[in-house]
C-alpha cells in the first residue's frame, strides 16, 4: 500500500510539472505555399528569419526554458561523469592518418582532452611532433581541426579549422619544418582537397558565405587554385560553373578536384553532391599549364558507379549497380572507359552487399557486409584470383591501407558490444596483429555483460526489416523495460554494428537499445535505399513503427515506457512516426533533425541535398515532401509523446529552424500535457568533435527520453 501510495505521489508530481509547463508565446501568421494547385500553411514560417530579433528571442526563449526543466530532472551529471570515466580509458586515439614521402601525420585525442591535435612523425615508428593544438591557437577558443591534407614531399600543410561546430573552415598553410604557418589566410572554405604534384599551389574549395542561414551561401560554389606564398586575392577560379560553362555545373553543386599519386598522368573534377551516383572529368595533367583544361568524361550519374573508385595505374576500378542489385566490382582502361563494356572483377553476391574498395601494393581489398556484419575479400592484382580473408571477430571492419607502395594495411573491427579493435594486416601471408596507432580500451564488467539480438521484422507491407537489440544480460522481457530506438534511412547509409558508450551506457543501465534498419539505408542493397527514397519514403518512417511493435509485441517495452531518436535526415523518420503513430511512444529526440521537409530546400545546405529528398518545384515531388515533412502532419488536439528537438545555432546542414518549427507545432497542438521541449545549443553546430559539448547535449536528450520513460535513475529531483 506504501509503495502504491508512493507511484502515486510521483505520478501526481510528474502530471502536475507538466501541466503547469508555460512555454514562450508562439504566434501563428497566415503564411502559405501554393504549388501545383495546393496550397500548404505555413503558420510558423516567420521563425525562419534569424536576422529579426523577435525570432532569435523566441529561441532563446525555449533554451531557457529547456534548461531550467532538465536541471529538475536527476542523472545527468551522473551520465556524464560516466562517460568521462569511460572515456579516460580510451587510450590516446589516432585518426586519419595520412602518409607522404614518408612522414604520416595525423590527429591524436589523449584521454581527457576534448578534442584532437594534429601530430606528425617520420615513418611509423618516428618520434611524434606536434604541429597544430587547437585549444591554444586562438586564446579562449576551442577549434576543430575539420581537414589536413600535406604535401607530396611532406614539407608543407594544408590545414583547415572551425569552431563551434560551424564547419565553415579557415585555412591555412603551414612549414612543417619550422611549424609555423605561411602569412596567407583563407575563409570561407570547405577545406583544401589536393596540392598539384610540384608542391607550388593548392586547391580549395571556396564557399560564398559562412551565413548558415543565407539560402544562397552554398551556392555557385568553385574550385580555387592558390599559389603558396601569393596574394588570397589573385586566387584562380581553377573549376566552377563560370570558369567552365559549357560543362553546366548545377549552382548547388559543390565542383571538386582530385589528383592521385596512384596515376599522376590526370586530374580529375567532378560535381558534389548528396547523390550517391559518381560523375567525373579527366584531363591529362599536361594541360593544366595552358590555363583551359579540354576536360572529358570518365564517367556519367547514368554508369550508376557508386561507393568508391581505386586508380591503380592505368585500371579504374568501380562498385556499381548497373545489373547488381547488391553490387559488383569493374573495372576499365583510363585511356578508352566504356563503363557499358567493363571487366567484371568480382560478381554480385547474393546475400552480401559490396561496401567499399581500397588497393595496397599487390592486392585490391574488398569489404563486404551481410547488412549488420563485414566480410573482407582479396584480389590479387596479378592473377585476378579472390579469396575471402578470415578476421579475428566478426562486427564491421574498416580496412586502410596508409601507404600502397606496400602489403601492409590497417583493418578496424568493432561490434555493437566491443569497442573498436584495430589490427596491422599483412595482405601477402593474411595475417593479423596489434595495431600500429590504436589500443583498445578496457571498460568496467559491466559493458561485458551486455548481449545483442539481431531478428527480422515484418513491416507494413510484407518486407522483413532488420531489427538490433542490445540490453544487459538476463532481462525479462516483461514489458516493463525502458526502450530507446535509434533509425535513420537515408542517402543509402547503413548502420552497420558499431560500439557507442553513449548509447551502451543505457543498457548497463537496464534500458533496451534498438537499431531498426529500415529502408531508405541500404543493408539489403540498392533496392533497400530506393525503397525509401522519395516517393517511397514513408516506408522509412513506418519501417520504424512496425519495429517498435515488435518490440512491444514481444515483451521488450511497452508504449509508456518506448522512446524513439532520430538524427539529422533521421529527423524525417522521428517526425513522421510519432506524427502517423502518436500512440507508440511514451517520448521522442528530434537532434538536429530535417522536420519541415517541404522548406529544406530553402535554407543554406537545402540545395545540394534535393537529389536525396526533392523539390517543390516537381509535382510528384512535392507530394513527396508533404509527406515526409514532419511540421505538416502536426495536428491540433492530439495527444502526442513527450518530444525534446534540438537545434545547433551554428548548423550549416540543418539549420536550427527545421527542429524549432517542429517543436512550435507540437506544443500548440498537443493535448497530452506531456513536455515539449527545444534545446538550442549555441556552442554547436550540427555535431562538434568537443567532447564537452557533445556530452552535455547528449546527456539533455537521452535523460529526457528515460525520464519519460519511467527509468527510476532519471527522475525529478526531491
Known amino acids: 500500500m506504501k509503495k502504491l501510495a508512493m507511484l502515486l505521489v510521483i505520478c501526481l508530481g510528474v502530471c502536475s510539472a507538466f501541466a503547469q509547463l508555460k512555454y514562450p508565446a508562439t504566434k501563428t501568421v497566415d503564411s502559405t505555399h501554393t504549388y501545383f494547385g495546393t496550397t500548404y500553411k505555413d503558420p510558423y514560417g516567420w521563425l525562419e528569419d534569424f536576422k529579426d530579433t523577435s525570432v532569435v528571442s523566441w529561441f532563446k526563449q525555449q533554451a531557457n526554458l529547456t534548461n531550467n526543466v532538465m536541471n529538475k530532472v536527476n542523472g545527468r551529471d551522473g551520465l556524464i561523469a560516466e562517460w568521462k570515466m569511460l572515456d579516460s580509458l580510451q587510450p590516446a586515439r589516432i585518426l586519419n592518418p595520412v602518409y ?93 582537397e589536393a596540392w598539384t604534384f610540384d608542391d607550388k599551389a593548392i586547391l580549395y574549395l571556396w564557399i560564398k558565405s559562412a551565413d548558415n542561414t543565407d539560402p544562397l551561401a552554398r551556392l555557385n560554389s568553385k574550385t580555387k587554385l592558390h599559389i603558396v606564398n601569393t596574394d588570397v586575392s589573385t586566387d584562380i577560379d581553377f573549376f566552377s560553373n563560370a570558369s567552365y560553362p559549357e560543362l553546366k555545373i548545377q549552382p548547388r553543386a559543390y565542383p571538386f578536384v582530385q589528383l592521385t599519386e596512384d596515376n599522376e598522368n590526370y586530374i580529375f573534377a567532378g560535381e558534389g553532391t ?42 579504374v576500378f568501380a562498385i556499381t549497380y548497373d545489373g547488381a542489385k547488391n553490387y559488383k566490382l569493374v573495372a576499365v582502361n583510363i585511356k578508352n572507359p566504356d563503363w557499358s563494356k567493363a571487366h567484371l572483377v568480382a560478381a554480385e553476391k547474393s546475400n552480401q552487399t559490396l561496401e567499399a574498395i581500397t588497393h595496397c601494393k599487390d592486392y585490391l581489398l574488398m569489404t563486404y557486409s551481410d547488412g549488420i ?62 595495431g600500429l596507432f590504436n589500443k583498445p580500451p578496457a571498460y568496467p564488467a559491466a559493458y561485458n555483460d551486455l548481449e545483442v539480438k539481431e531478428v527480422e521484422v515484418k513491416g507494413h ?64 542493397g540498392e533496392a533497400w535505399y530506393r525503397g525509401g527514397f522519395k516517393t517511397t519514403k ?94 505538416q502532419h502536426v495536428v491540433k488536439g492530439t495527444k502526442y509523446p513527450a518530444l525534446i528537438c534540438v537545434g545547433g545555432w551554428n548548423d550549416p546542414r540543418v539549420v536550427a529552424w527545421q527542429p524549432g518549427k517542429f517543436a512550435a507545432a507540437v506544443q500548440n497542438a498537443s493535448t497530452s500535457d506531456k513536455p515539449v521541449l527545444l534545446k538550442i545549443n549555441y556552442d554547436d553546430g550540427h555535431f562538434t568533435e568537443d567532447k564537452s559539448v557533445t556530452w552535455a547535449n547528449f546527456a539533455d536528450q537521452l535523460v529526457f527520453v528515460m525520464w519519460q520513460c519511467g527509468h527510476p535513475d532519471f527522475q525529478l529531483k526531491n
Open 461 to 524: 507491407d510484407g518486407v522483413m526489416i532488420p531489427l538490433s537489440i542490445t540490453y544487459r544480460k538476463g532481462t525479462k522481457l516483461d514489458g516493463n523495460n525502458p526502450c530507446m530506438m535509434e533509425g535513420y534511412g537515408a542517402y543509402g547509409s547503413s548502420i552497420y554494428s558499431s560500439f557507442w558508450y553513449v548509447e551502451a551506457t543505457l543498457a548497463v543501465r537496464g534500458a533496451i537499445v534498438a537499431i531498426p534498419h529500415v529502408r531508405g539505408g541500404s543493408e539489403k
Open 373 to 434: 556484419n563485414s566480410h573482407v575479400y582479396k584480389y590479387t592484382l596479378g592473377t585476378g584470383k579472390v579469396t575471402e580473408i578470415k578476421l579475428p571477430f566478426i562486427g564491421s571492419t574498416n580496412v586502410a591501407c596508409l601507404n600502397n607502395k606496400t602489403n601492409i594495411c590497417t583493418v578496424t573491427i568493432t561490434s555493437w558490444v566491443k569497442p573498436n579493435t584495430e589490427f596491422s594486416f599483412d595482405a601477402a601471408s593474411d595475417s593479423f596483429s596489434p
Open 274 to 315: 548528396v547523390a550517391n551516383e559518381i560523375g567525373l572529368y579527366y584531363a591529362p595533367i599536361t594541360q593544366v599549364k595552358t590555363g583551359k583544361i579540354d576536360w572529358k568524361v570518365l564517367c556519367k550519374p547514368e554508369d550508376k558507379l557508386v561507393r568508391g573508385m581505386e586508380f591503380i595505374g592505368d585500371s
Open 100 to 192: 607522404e614521402n614518408g612522414r604520416i601525420f595525423y590527429k591524436k585525442t589523449m584521454p581527457g582532452e576534448k578534442v584532437g591535435k594534429l601530430y606528425y612523425r617520420e615513418g611509423p615508428t618516428g618520434t611524434e611532433q606536434l604541429l597544430f593544438d587547437p585549444t591554444t591557437y586562438i586564446p579562449g577558443k576551442t577549434l576543430t581541426v575539420e581537414s589536413y591534407v600535406p604535401s607530396h614531399n611532406g614539407k608543407q600543410l594544408a590545414l583547415a579549422y572551425s569552431a563551434q561546430g560551424a564547419e565553415v573552415s579557415t585555412m591555412k598553410i603551414m612549414n612543417v619544418d619550422t611549424k609555423q604557418f605561411l602569412k596567407e589566410e583563407i575563409f570561407p572554405t570547405r577545406g583544401a
Open 538 to 631: 514513408p516506408n522509412t518512417w513506418k519501417d520504424f513503427n512496425s519495429c517498435t511493435e515488435y518490440l512491444i509485441a514481444n515483451g521488450y517495452t511497452k508504449p509508456s515506457k518506448m522512446s524513439g531518436m532520430g538524427t539529422s535526415a533521421g529527423g524525417i523518420l522521428i517526425s513522421r512516426a510519432i506524427t502517423e503513430r502518436p500512440d507508440l511512444y511514451a517520448a521522442a529526440i528530434c537532434n538536429v533533425g530535417c522536420a519541415n521537409a517541404m522548406r529544406l530546400e530553402f535554407s543554406s545546405n537545402g540545395p545540394v541535398n534535393i537529389p536525396e529528398f526533392g523539390t517543390v518545384k516537381d509535382s510528384v515531388e512535392c507530394k513527396a515532401l508533404y509527406e515526409m515533412d514532419g511540421v
